[in-house]
């Protein structure tokens, strides 16, 4: 997966992207809450007897034995938020803004946070004339419509020239750092079996697997290096692979607030959420203050498997920066913070545009430090964990490349050479398998004996790329497909000419 700016309907957008409307809700959709502060607010007692939806709600999710990573808990008030009441405010506005006119109730929804805290927001506004009370019903003060006067009309003028950001509310930079110390890639549970299962559509000589647990376990970088074609870029993305479905589950925020500035992180296109994104909707609404337990999880976070961000020669260092959309005022996360807690690959490492060692430098403090520095349009720099296992992976000669001061930094490299024999003999079956074409030892012998025992080197991806010419050949000709030893000379004979 690679980076993409395209969000989910729950994710940040700019004015231009309006939510879709939303429907009055039915009495199940309306959470209880206290009647004192808006019979002080606006002067309606909403509801004099006690509410049927005071009672304690399921959490949004049952623990899994797999689950290890302990997950971000609902804010129990404003302070615990991470945000100031401007911050809410200024959400309450621009969702106004966009809309005409919300009940309470959904204004928590899309703000994902419980009503009792949004209800601040609502009262300050309310005392400042800037938004008023257009209708309600007597089922609790989340059902009271509201709306913006000339002057909160004004205020949300100004707001969204401050920042378009309409969405999620976002955590504090303080949560998400002390949520990736949580949920490392060092602490993945990495066991033999495990990793068997997850290379289990590989073939790969016998002792890689010894090479390549340990290397997970550690959570450092690994370096991954050899000639072409014989699967650098397959067993790298089998870690990933491996990370992505036995790792756990991890919390991505929507988007993080760090020094004022809305930075977006939640990636639909590279975070598998595992959670239901419209119970997330209804949940939100439904958190009762008062009821709350230790379970209930702080819903402008997404529950995701690790994430696997992969990316080549198109790598370059702007990429690794954040990107400031000047229309919008606010940020997008670089494709390495939206890898936290997850997988980095860097494919075809030394053949970007960038220079091998201006992508180097940028490396050499987060590899040893395991925090980044990313900068504002404004300047200002702030530090967020670099808490990923970063892979590098090349066909050039390493030492070419690097030097000693940046393999140092590097844990673990692996070399993945030419296969023996044996092992080149059981990737030229699977081929034929996958390919439905009878396999013959014969075809190896020939391989052997005309071009690999000559001083040829054989490559892992071979077999593949022989019997595609063969198919191509048979299908051209109009006849069956099969590993004759003339078909096979033939195909040979390209793919192995000299240029």
Not at 43 to 49: H, K, S
Not at 105 to 121: D, K, N, S, V, W
Not at 222 to 240: E, Q, R, S
Not at 292 to 300: Q, Y
Request: net charge negative; hydrophobic share 35%; aromatic share 8%.
């Amino acid at each position: 997966m690679i980076d993409s700016s395209s969000n989910d309907s729950s994710s940040g957008q700019p004015v231009e992207q309006q939510f879709p409307s939303v429907s009055d809700p039915t009495s199940a959709d309306v959470p209880g809450a206290g009647s004192d502060l808006y019979t002080d607010l606006f002067g309606v007692d909403p509801n004099a007897g006690a509410s049927p939806y005071d009672a304690p709600l399921p959490p949004l999710h049952q623990e899994r034995p797999d689950e290890l990573v302990a997950a971000p808990r609902t804010p129990a008030n404003l302070a615990e938020t991470g945000l100031t009441l401007s911050h809410i405010c200024d959400l309450i506005l621009k969702q106004l803004f966009l809309q005409g006119n919300l009940l309470g109730i959904h204004i928590a929804r899309q703000a994902r946070l419980p009503f009792q805290i949004m209800e601040e927001g609502l009262r300050f506004l309310k005392s400042e004339k800037c938004i008023e009370v257009s209708s309600g019903d007597l089922i609790g003060p989340a059902s009271y419509r509201f709306k913006l006067t000339e002057l909160g009309r004004r205020r949300a003028h100004d707001a969204f020239e401050q920042c378009r950001y309409v969405g999620p509310a976002p955590v504090s930079l303080e949560a998400y750092v002390e949520q990736c110390r949580r949920q490392t890639v060092t602490g993945t549970t990495c066991s033999p079996d495990a990793l068997m299962t997850a290379f289990g559509d590989l073939i790969i000589r016998p002792d890689l697997l010894d090479e390549l647990g340990p290397a997970v376990c550690s959570g450092k970088s690994i370096f991954v290096y050899g000639p072409p074609g014989n699967g650098k870029t397959m067993v790298a993305k089998g870690l990933g692979s491996f990370l992505n479905s036995y790792g756990g589950e991890i919390y991505v925020p929507y988007a993080i607030d760090a020094e004022n500035s809305i930075i977006t992180v939640f990636d639909p296109t590279i975070h598998q959420a595992t959670d239901d994104a419209d119970q997330i909707g209804k949940q939100a609404t439904d958190l009762d203050l008062a009821n709350l337990n230790d379970s209930a999880v702080d819903l402008r976070w997404r529950r995701v498997r690790r994430p696997v961000v992969i990316t080549g020669g198109e790598l370059t260092l702007e990429m690794l920066d954040l990107r400031y959309n000047k229309a919008s005022n606010f940020y997008n996360a670089p494709l390495h913070i939206k890898a936290n807690s997850g997988v980095f690959l860097i494919d075809d490492f030394g053949r970007q545009i960038v220079s091998p060692r201006d992508l180097l430098n940028r490396w050499i403090l987060p590899l040893e430090e395991r925090i980044d520095f990313l900068t504002l349009v404004t300047g200002k720099k702030f530090s967020v964990p670099f808490e990923q296992l970063i892979i590098f992976s090349t066909n050039l000669d390493p030492r070419e490349l690097v030097d000693e001061a940046f393999l140092r930094r590097i844990r673990h490299k692996i070399n993945i050479g030419p296969p023996a024999r044996e092992l080149y003999t059981e990737i030229f079956q699977l081929c034929c398998r996958q390919q439905e074409i009878p396999f013959s030892p014969s075809c190896v012998d020939y391989l052997y004996s005309t071009y690999y025992d000559q001083g040829k080197s054989p490559r892992s991806s071979d077999p593949r790329d022989l019997l595609e010419i063969v198919r191509s050949i048979c299908r051209f000709r109009n006849q069956q497909v099969l590993l004759t030893p003339d078909l096979l000379a033939e195909a040979s004979h390209r793919f192995f000419c000299q240029l």
